[in-house]
């Protein structure tokens, strides 16, 4: 499956960044909820890091510094697998950078949730159907065919 973000739809970005850069990019397309909930794509990323740390020579790059950056919920995985990294005793990005990450997994009320009351782009029951998928709840059958619409 695809989503928004694949590499597909960033690869024009990243192949000019690297060129300019002079540094590779590894974009890693995680598993995503509902088929894939919580601790899923955030394992995969832990995974995927432990495998670049072993093979940099064979990606081009002495990893002298490692740049993690994510948008949204890759903001919030990048957060989190920093979290897991110190825990398992890996080497640490010297950089995180989350780009608006998603940081209120609960589903509670708070001022920004409070504004998605009236946005017509992502309902909060959208939103909490989302979250609820992420933490492994099974979403309502509406939900999961405004998904596959979506992916379409």
Not at 18 to 42: G, N, Q, R
Not at 63 to 80: M, P, Q
Not at 129 to 134: I, S
Request: hydrophobic letters at 40%; aromatic letters at 12%.
């Amino acid at each position: 499956h695809t989503h928004t973000h694949t590499h597909k739809c960033l690869q024009f970005y990243l192949r000019t960044w690297t060129k300019h850069l002079k540094f590779p990019i590894v974009f890693i397309d995680y598993s995503l909820a509902p088929e894939a909930p919580f601790p899923t794509a955030l394992d995969e990323i832990v995974f995927a890091y432990s495998w670049i740390l072993k093979n940099l020579k064979q990606l081009g790059t002495t990893g002298e510094k490692i740049v993690f950056i994510g948008d949204s919920a890759g903001g919030n995985l990048i957060v989190t697998a920093a979290m897991k990294m110190k825990d398992f005793g890996l080497r640490l990005p010297d950089r995180i950078i989350p780009c608006y990450p998603v940081t209120l997994l609960r589903t509670v009320v708070s001022p920004s949730r409070f504004l998605t009351l009236t946005d017509p782009i992502l309902p909060i029951g959208i939103m909490f159907a989302c979250l609820n998928a992420y933490n492994g709840k099974v979403p309502s059958n509406d939900v999961i065919e405004f998904w596959k619409e979506t992916r379409r």
